[in-house]
């Protein structure tokens, strides 16, 4: 059987990934100018896809950037990707960028956003790290201000995130915790974190600077239901050292609990029982709600 192509939706059509080219004069590329989203897929299902599109506007409104395509017909045209790419369990990545212009930053040079689609398999961490739990290494980078740079913006400007990231590595941790600019949690560099202790589920708000996940914002609500008091309130490391329970939320990561932080054993250094039973609850949602992909069953295989 020939191997299945990826379609890309690329600029109002779909397109072989071959030939789903972008500019080297897209300003999403060379200044970072645009924003994104990123969707999960579950057994058919697009979980939470207005809330996504919903923030993608935000953000868009934010810099300034229109578009091209209403949010109804966002949602048809993302369901219709998923259909192309006969995408059951999966990732869909939702780029607007300012589009093709010249060398100046000027975003007036660009006359057309450059909008693209990508619905695609996604690598998981591995059921280990859910069952062992993820290490913390705070780093010295702080996260961009929202006097610079809104981090409720999901803009394509990552580097503070990816300046954190290497320093987890460097540490021979697993992750990084970013602190704010007054030394206040903030967010790991593609996470939202919690802690739990006495009872109370905590985590940053989003004026600590942080993306307002929609994990994030589905686990509090959780949580809530499971009777548990969850709230937000700035945090500093120490909340995280001394919690009981420690964990983060995304999209792609889903809930990992966290065991360690900067050499402190979060607990009694196992995932805990919050954590774990947040997590099975957040799962089962996931394969329950959200608008259906396909109007009958599994899709037929590509060829
Ligand atoms: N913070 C940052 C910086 C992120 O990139 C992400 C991933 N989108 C998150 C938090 C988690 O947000 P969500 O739950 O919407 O994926």
């Known amino acids: 059987k020939a191997q299945q192509r990826k379609k890309i939706f690329l600029d109002g059509e779909f397109v072989d990934e071959a030939d789903a080219k972008v500019s080297v004069f897209d300003h999403g590329l060379l200044y970072g100018d645009g924003v994104f989203e990123g969707i999960r897929v579950y057994g058919g299902r697009v979980f939470r896809l207005e809330e996504h599109l919903e923030r993608l506007f935000d953000s868009a409104k934010a810099i300034r950037l229109s578009i091209p395509l209403s949010l109804d017909d966002l949602v048809k045209t993302v369901l219709e990707c998923c259909r192309q790419n006969s995408l059951w369990d999966g990732y869909i990545r939702l780029v607007v960028t300012r589009g093709k212009g010249d060398l100046g930053l000027n975003p007036a040079s660009c006359p057309k956003p450059t909008l693209f689609i990508i619905a695609d398999a996604i690598r998981l961490y591995p059921a280990s790290v859910y069952e ?3 290490r913390l290494h705070t780093a010295a980078v702080r996260r961009v201000s929202s006097d610079a740079l809104e981090p409720a913006v999901k803009s394509l400007n990552y580097l503070n995130n990816i300046l954190a990231k290497m320093e987890a590595a460097v540490s021979g941790a697993d992750e990084s915790l970013l602190l704010n600019e007054q030394g206040y949690v903030a967010e790991c560099t593609g996470d ?8 109370e589920l905590v985590t940053p708000p989003v004026s600590a600077g942080v993306l307002p996940g929609i994990t994030r914002r589905e686990i509090l609500r959780l949580a809530r239901e499971e009777g548990v008091d969850a709230v937000e309130r700035n945090m500093t490391r120490y909340d995280l050292f001394v919690a009981d329970e420690v964990f983060l939320t995304g999209t792609a990561a889903e809930i990992v609990p966290v065991v360690e932080i900067d050499g402190r054993t979060v607990g009694t250094g196992k995932p805990g029982a919050l954590t774990q039973r947040l997590l099975l ?6 394969r329950t ?15």
Request: aromatic share 12%; glycine share 12%.
């Open 281 to 286: 609850r957040f799962r089962a949602l996931t």
């Open 289 to 303: 709600t959200g608008p259906l992909i396909y109007s009958t069953g599994k899709p037929a295989p590509m060829e």
């Open 192 to 199: 939202n974190v919690f802690a739990f202790k006495h009872g």
């Open 132 to 134: 062992r739990g993820l």
